[in-house]
């Protein structure tokens, strides 16, 4: 039953987990603050958005692309709350479905209600939260096809190409590579690579060589560069990445050596997809070297993901290779560090003390808890930072105002804040409280600064735990917005009973957390990494147009066509025994062809070198009256002139066995048969065994 049935559908799916950090300081932040994410399945791109700002937390999927069919694009976007350490099973799913016609259509979902998240699944004021975007891929209805449909063949330039260089039929330069040979035609190499072109037709000294050696590469790589400049493909690299990484890796060099930009861009693309802790700084170096932006922004990207990733891949041999040849990158990458930093400033009556910065990895109980946090999407992150305010002299401050306060400016994260104790809120110094306030002296980068500050007091001895943190969160937006006073201790005399006196000083602890909403960086989009389609059929039309390595001429009425024998033979077997058997013009270089117009000589010529057909709908006036003298009626006289340049190409093909052109030629009259046409066709169709 299996067997038989008929699949009417696909779906495409794809699932990332989304680290919300800091999740408590999104509150209160209005319903049009959101978290983006950007996604890319089955070739199309959405965009899913995290509102958490208000009681509930929604999300929405937002459409970036244009559907490919009029029915739209069928998406759905499921979402459950997870527990990275796996000690909870994941929490009820919430999904939407919608039909996507243009870009920023969307479907929305409310999730739940951000005060009935239960507790467990908050880890470290962090919520995470896994999301699976499914889209409906919709097949063509199963049809039987009647016997008159004509299929048009799939294209088999390649494969003819792949067939010569393994023949080695007329190679013209034998290359060595570590002692191995490899034959080739040094006019198809020219078509494919401007290096070769300016070596063989050029004024290089290989130009008249037949052997040429090649050093400084790998046989496995000469041997897959070989292939794809013949055929435009690199089977070699459809293994899994973690097999075949050197490979492409040095394939990647060769490709910039000769000028391939799609083999290069493939192995861009291929390397992009499998970096590894082991491999990153390796490929970053290469990346640098042989400008891969896009690999090279992947490398980055892939290092400074975690602390611990971080950790691991400058322990690497690969890292002292980078430090070593690329020096200027590790500007970059410094750059591009995003991680919680620590910067303690002690301050003692007025001297200041800096500590230096240094890298936090936090460690985790199980590898697959790391194996989850590395797999998610940090779509914020909260930066810290924690200093120590010493007053000297407390007694003293008995007989200020209450205006009076100790000020100390604080800079973080590109922001200056001031820092403003007040000993004395009041008038009666016994019933007064010791507080602090934030003021904030820079512009916003954001529409707003969204922070969190903790103060306590703490014993310098360490004979005292701290006192009971005062935790407020508050949003800056412009200078001199702050926030209100902090209090620190209830009344002043408790905090010389407190302990936390020691020497006529005081000491105050505050940190401060900046929350920062972080770029999307999980996935390349489409758009960036575009492999373009296969140029071969270019490159071999221009071979053809510039006529650079011509051996052969041939003479249609009165006009001359320069083109190449081995080509020829290589798509033709006719033209296989003219040139390389033994008939007579296997050594002439001029050919001579009767019965044949001049404009169905070039159209077949195209079919040879690039496997394509001017459109028939598209043949000039001027084209077709060389091959069409009978008198047309005005209406109907284009429809009547595709027919005749069909019925004179399928003969062509016919006599040059050229198959696929029959076939397209066949195609072409089938769908246009009329009263007028259908005798001759008819005939044509006898003529030249086409059932």
Same mark, same amino acid.
């Given at each position: 039953?299996?067997?038989?049935?008929?699949?009417?559908?696909?779906?495409?799916?794809?699932?990332?987990?989304?680290?919300?950090?800091?999740?408590?300081?999104?509150?209160?932040?209005?319903?049009?603050?959101?978290?983006?994410?950007?996604?890319?399945?089955?070739?199309?791109?959405?965009?899913?958005?995290?509102?958490?700002?208000?009681?509930?937390?929604?999300?929405?999927?937002?459409?970036?692309?244009?559907?490919?069919?009029?029915?739209?694009?069928?998406?759905?976007? =499921?979402?459950?709350?997870?527990?990275?350490?796996?000690?909870?099973?994941?929490?009820?799913?919430?999904?939407?479905?919608?039909? +996507?016609?243009?870009?920023?259509? +969307?479907?929305?979902?409310?999730?739940?209600?951000?005060?009935?998240?239960?507790?467990?699944?908050?880890?470290?004021?962090?919520?995470?939260?896994?999301?699976?975007?499914?889209?409906?891929?919709?097949?063509?209805?199963?049809?039987?096809?009647?016997?008159?449909?004509?299929?048009?063949?799939?294209?088999?330039?390649?494969?003819?190409?792949?067939?010569?260089?393994?023949?080695?039929?007329?190679?013209?330069?034998?290359?060595? @590579?570590?002692?191995?040979?490899?034959?080739?035609?040094?006019?198809?190499?020219?078509?494919?690579?401007?290096?070769?072109?300016?070596?063989?037709?050029?004024?290089?000294?290989?130009?008249?060589?037949?052997?040429?050696?090649?050093?400084?590469?790998?046989?496995?790589?000469?041997?897959?560069?070989?292939?794809?400049?013949?055929?435009?493909?690199?089977?070699?690299?459809?293994?899994?990445?973690?097999?075949?990484?050197?490979?492409?890796?040095?394939?990647? @060099?060769?490709?910039?050596?000769?000028?391939?930009?799609?083999?290069?861009?493939?192995?861009?693309?291929?390397?992009?997809?499998?970096?590894?802790?082991?491999?990153?700084?390796?490929?970053?170096?290469?990346?640098?070297?042989?400008?891969?932006?896009?690999?090279?922004?992947?490398?980055?990207?892939?290092?400074?993901?975690?602390?611990?990733?971080?950790?691991?891949?400058?322990?690497?041999?690969?890292?002292?290779?980078?430090?070593?040849?690329?020096?200027?990158?590790?500007?970059?990458?410094?750059?591009?560090?995003?991680?919680?930093?620590?910067?303690?400033?002690?301050?003692?009556?007025?001297?200041?003390?800096?500590?230096?910065?240094?890298?936090?990895?936090?460690?985790?109980?199980?590898?697959?808890?790391?194996?989850?946090?590395?797999?998610?999407?940090?779509?914020?992150?909260?930066?810290?930072?924690?200093?120590?305010?010493?007053?000297?002299?407390?007694?003293?401050?008995?007989?200020?105002?209450?205006?009076?306060?100790?000020?100390?400016?604080?800079? +973080?994260?590109?922001?200056?804040?001031?820092?403003?104790?007040?000993?004395?809120?009041?008038?009666?110094?016994?019933?007064?409280?010791?507080?602090?306030?934030?003021?904030?002296?820079?512009?916003?980068?954001?529409?707003?600064?969204?922070?969190?500050?903790?103060?306590?007091?703490?014993?310098?001895?360490?004979?005292?735990?701290?006192?009971?943190?005062?935790?407020?969160?508050?949003?800056?937006?412009?200078?001199?917005?702050?926030?209100?006073?902090?209090?620190?201790?209830?009344?002043?005399?408790?905090?010389?009973?407190?302990?936390?006196?020691?020497?006529?000083?005081?000491?105050?602890?505050?940190?401060?957390?900046? +929350?920062?909403?972080?770029?999307?960086?999980?996935? @390349?989009?489409?758009?960036?990494?575009?492999?373009?389609?296969?140029?071969?059929?270019?490159?071999?039309?221009?071979?053809?147009?510039?006529?650079?390595?011509?051996?052969?001429?041939?003479?249609?009425?009165?006009?001359?066509?320069?083109?190449?024998?081995?080509?020829?033979?290589?798509?033709?077997?006719?033209?296989?025994?003219?040139?390389?058997?033994?008939?007579?013009?296997?050594?002439?270089?001029?050919?001579?062809?009767?019965?044949?117009?001049?404009?169905?000589?070039?159209?077949?010529?195209?079919?040879?070198?690039?496997?394509?057909?001017?459109?028939?709908?598209?043949?000039?006036?001027?084209?077709?009256?060389?091959?069409?003298?009978?008198?047309?009626?005005?209406?109907?006289?284009?429809?009547?002139?595709?027919?005749?340049? =069909?019925?004179?190409?399928?003969?062509?093909?016919?006599?040059?066995?050229?198959?696929?052109?029959?076939?397209?030629?066949?195609?072409?009259?089938?769908?246009?048969?009329?009263?007028?046409? =259908?005798?001759?066709?008819?005939?044509?169709?006898?003529?030249?065994?086409?059932?």
């Amino acid at each position: 039953m299996e067997n038989a049935c008929t699949n009417l559908n696909q779906v495409a799916r794809a699932v990332r987990l989304l680290k919300i950090d800091g999740f408590s300081l999104t509150a209160g932040m209005g319903g049009d603050y959101c978290l983006k994410s950007i996604w890319t399945v089955d070739g199309y791109e959405l965009e899913v958005l995290i509102y958490p700002g208000t009681t509930w937390v929604a999300l929405k999927l937002v459409f970036l692309s244009e559907a490919r069919t009029q029915w739209g694009v069928r998406a759905s976007m =499921a979402c459950q709350l997870v527990d990275l350490s796996r000690e909870l099973e994941p929490y009820h799913e919430y999904g939407v479905s919608e039909t +996507f016609y243009h870009p920023q259509d +969307f479907g929305a979902l409310v999730f739940m209600d951000r005060n009935k998240i239960p507790s467990g699944y908050i880890k470290d004021d962090m919520l995470t939260l896994r999301c699976a975007i499914t889209v409906l891929k919709e097949l063509p209805a199963p049809t039987i096809p009647a016997e008159e449909v004509i299929t048009q063949p799939s294209t088999n330039l390649h494969q003819h190409l792949g067939e010569l260089l393994q023949s080695e039929m007329g190679a013209d330069v034998t290359f060595l @590579v570590s002692y191995e040979s490899f034959a080739a035609h040094k006019y198809i190499l020219a078509a494919r690579s401007p290096v070769f072109k300016a070596q063989f037709f050029g004024d290089m000294k290989e130009k008249c060589s037949a052997r040429v050696e090649i050093k400084d590469m790998e046989v496995a790589a000469f041997r897959a560069m070989l292939h794809f400049i013949y055929t435009d493909t690199v089977p070699e690299l459809d293994r899994p990445l973690e097999e075949v990484t050197t490979l492409a890796q040095h394939l990647l @060099v060769a490709a910039d050596m000769y000028g391939l930009e799609r083999l290069k861009l493939i192995c861009e693309i291929k390397l992009c997809g499998g970096i590894t802790v082991d491999t990153a700084a390796t490929t970053l170096a290469l990346a640098e070297q042989h400008n891969c932006s896009k690999l090279k922004a992947k490398c980055v990207e892939f290092i400074v993901s975690t602390p611990a990733v971080l950790e691991a891949v400058l322990a690497t041999d690969g890292y002292k290779h980078l430090e070593a040849s690329c020096p200027l990158v590790l500007t970059e990458l410094l750059k591009s560090v995003h991680l919680i930093r620590l910067a303690l400033i002690v301050s003692f009556a007025g001297a200041t003390l800096r500590l230096p910065d240094r890298f936090f990895s936090g460690g985790t109980k199980h590898s697959q808890t790391f194996a989850m946090e590395k797999a998610c999407t940090n779509l914020t992150e909260v930066v810290r930072s924690v200093r120590l305010f010493k007053i000297d002299g407390f007694s003293m401050t008995m007989g200020i105002g209450r205006d009076y306060s100790f000020n100390c400016r604080w800079s +973080f994260d590109g922001y200056d804040w001031e820092v403003r104790i007040y000993p004395r809120t009041n008038e009666d110094f016994n019933l007064s409280w010791v507080s602090l306030r934030l003021i904030f002296l820079s512009e916003a980068r954001t529409c707003a600064v969204r922070t969190t500050l903790r103060c306590c007091l703490v014993d310098p001895t360490g004979r005292l735990k701290p006192s009971e943190e005062d935790c407020r969160s508050i949003i800056f937006r412009k200078p001199q917005d702050s926030s209100s006073q902090v209090p620190l201790i209830t009344r002043c005399e408790h905090l010389e009973l407190s302990g936390y006196v020691k020497d006529d000083s005081f000491t105050v602890q505050c940190t401060l957390e900046v +929350f920062k909403e972080l770029p999307d960086v999980a996935t @390349v989009s489409l758009k960036e990494v575009h492999l373009p389609p296969s140029n071969l059929h270019l490159q071999f039309a221009q071979l053809l147009q510039s006529e650079t390595g011509a051996d052969v001429t041939f003479l249609v009425s009165g006009e001359s066509f320069a083109a190449h024998k081995l080509i020829l033979a290589a798509r033709s077997p006719v033209c296989m025994a003219e040139f390389f058997g033994d008939m007579k013009e296997k050594c002439s270089q001029t050919v001579e062809i009767k019965d044949m117009d001049a404009t169905v000589f070039k159209a077949l010529l195209q079919l040879i070198y690039t496997d394509t057909v001017p459109e028939f709908g598209q043949q000039v006036e001027a084209d077709v009256e060389a091959i069409y003298t009978d008198t047309m009626p005005e209406f109907g006289q284009q429809e009547a002139a595709v027919t005749v340049m =069909a019925q004179h190409l399928l003969a062509a093909a016919d006599r040059y066995g050229l198959d696929r052109l029959k076939l397209i030629c066949a195609g072409e009259l089938a769908g246009g048969i009329n009263v007028n046409t =259908a005798a001759t066709t008819l005939a044509l169709a006898d003529l030249h065994n086409c059932p």
